[in-house]
């Protein structure tokens, strides 16, 4: 069975660190393309970054320069590393497969999230 | 920036009606448009992507047609368990941002 399972998430102050791990299982990481997904508390949903099957990662303004996306292929596991966090960080965080034929660009597999508070 | 545009915001409506929901971007994303479904404390669910097509377990009376700059998502008969919010989302050719529309929720009138 396809699945991704997040973990990491938590309460961390506003200048903290936190690493979000993203398990699969039933396909291989590091042939596809993987995204992270956020969505703070009552709003709609926000792309935070992607990493492409060659290693190619790209970000969302909000989050560039503070936010490191990466994959461990031995443990077939997606991170995010988070740095220099702030309260506006705060968000239930998804990962996703990301697929297309032609383009890829929509998200077919997606974890059920971790919560991630940035508060003193 | 693409950006994507949905309306109503609200969308009202009875089990057994037809809802029409509608995706517009702010400039032609061709037919590389896909459409998800989030009910309350859950992850999105893929319904339709490449504008038309339904994914895998998607009942037939999901359908999503359009290209370019409008888009739109069709429940053809409602069910109680298709009230739910719903995003449209494209990804621009470069640099690569992915984009979503800011969502339509779908209430029990």
């Known amino acids: 069975e396809v699945q991704l399972v997040e973990s990491g998430g938590g309460l961390v102050q506003p200048g903290g660190s936190l690493r979000l791990s993203c398990a699969a299982s039933?396909?291989?990481?590091?042939?596809?393309?993987m995204s992270w997904v956020r969505q703070a508390p009552g709003k709609g949903l926000e792309w935070v970054s992607v990493?492409?099957?060659?290693?190619?990662?790209y970000y969302a303004d909000s989050v560039k320069g503070r936010f490191t996306i990466s994959r461990d292929n031995s443990k077939n596991t997606l991170y995010l590393q988070m740095n220099s966090l702030r309260a506006e960080d705060t968000a239930v965080y998804y990962c996703?497969?990301?697929?297309?034929?032609?383009?890829?660009?929509?998200?077919?597999?997606w974890g059920k999230g971790t919560t991630v508070t940035v508060s003193s | 920036e693409i950006v994507l545009t949905q309306s109503p915001a609200t969308l009202s409506l009875s089990p057994g009606e037809r809802a029409t929901l509608s995706c517009r971007a702010s400039?032609?994303?061709?037919?590389?448009l896909a459409w998800y479904q989030q009910k309350p404390g859950q992850a999105p669910r893929l319904l339709i992507y490449?504008?038309?097509n339904r994914a895998t377990g998607i009942p037939a009376r999901f359908s999503g047609s359009g290209s370019g700059t409008d888009f739109t998502l069709t429940i053809s008969s409602l069910e109680p368990e298709d009230f739910a919010v719903y995003y449209c989302q494209q990804r621009s050719n470069w640099p690569p941002v992915y984009t979503f529309g800011q969502g339509t929720k779908l209430e029990i009138k």
């Open positions: 039933g396909f291989t990481v590091s042939s596809n393309y």
């Open positions: 990493i492409y099957s060659g290693g190619s990662t």
């Open positions: 996703a497969r990301v697929e297309g034929i032609e383009a890829r660009y929509y998200m077919d597999v």
């Open positions: 400039q032609s994303v061709s037919s590389y």
């Open positions: 490449d504008a038309s």
